[in-house]
């Protein structure tokens, strides 16, 4: 499966909308781009999926240019409880390829008063 | 919806001791899947169960062993524990068809002296 590439860290304030980047250079055809977010004491918890173009949902949207060798994820307006590990993954979705998923260090947001 | 619970929240074990972790889901997932979180890593795959019935190896499957007791049920048992296997633990589940998504427990931090 493809390997990502995402910030360790990123910082932010209250109200700002923040952006975070992953490379995907050798995504599959048939790879879907999946976020999930972390926070400390708990399990990763699914944010937003997408294939191709903009897809939005009630907490974030994701950006996806047409070559999908990379996705923007984006939070509007953050508040403090926005403060987590966000994780980008990419797979295709049959069944039993979860198993294959690489999961890195993500990225670190923090958002400062 | 209770989702993903695991069983305990916290253990400390002494070298060489055994214990097993629990895992249930409530929706009538196929899929489970027990990973490990270390500092500075990424989450890891130590064995996953695509269906009722069936489990396979991951990426650090030595030292543990699993049980897919039905289809609600995947069971992680540590027969002698070592120092190495100090870890955050966390059980996950998906349909295992379409969408694939991953639901995560809340994770059990085990400590082992």
């Excluded at chain 1, 209250?14 to 004491?41: K, L």
């Excluded at chain 2, 899929?31 to 270390?38: F, L, N, T, V």
Aim: aromatic fraction near 10%; hydrophobic fraction near 30%.
């Amino acid at each position: 499966l493809a390997k990502t590439t995402q910030p360790i860290s990123m910082d932010s304030y209250e109200g700002q909308e923040v952006n975070i980047t992953c490379s995907h250079n050798n995504i599959a055809t048939n790879d879907y781009i999946t976020w999930y977010q972390q926070f400390p004491s708990q399990g990763p918890r699914f944010i937003i999926q997408g294939y191709k173009t903009k897809v939005t949902n009630e907490v974030a949207s994701l950006f996806i240019p047409a070559d999908r060798k990379s996705s923007t994820l984006s939070l509007p307006r953050v508040s403090l409880s926005d403060t987590a590990v966000y994780y980008c993954l990419v797979g295709d979705l049959e069944a039993g390829n979860n198993r294959k998923l690489i999961w890195g260090l993500g990225t670190s947001l923090a958002v400062n008063p | 919806n209770a989702g993903v619970t695991q069983t305990p929240k916290f253990q400390v074990l002494k070298t060489g001791q055994s214990m097993t972790l629990q895992c249930a889901q409530d929706m009538n997932h196929n899929s489970m899947y027990w990973y490990r979180q270390d500092p500075g890593m990424g989450l890891r795959l130590i064995y996953y169960s695509a269906s009722e019935g069936t489990t396979d190896k991951g990426e650090v499957p030595n030292g543990y062993n699993v049980s897919r007791l039905n289809k609600r049920e995947f069971s992680l048992r540590l027969e002698s524990a070592a120092p190495s296997q100090t870890s955050v633990y966390f059980c996950a589940s998906s349909r295992g068809t379409g969408a694939n998504v991953l639901t995560f427990g809340a994770g059990s931090r085990l400590t082992v002296l």
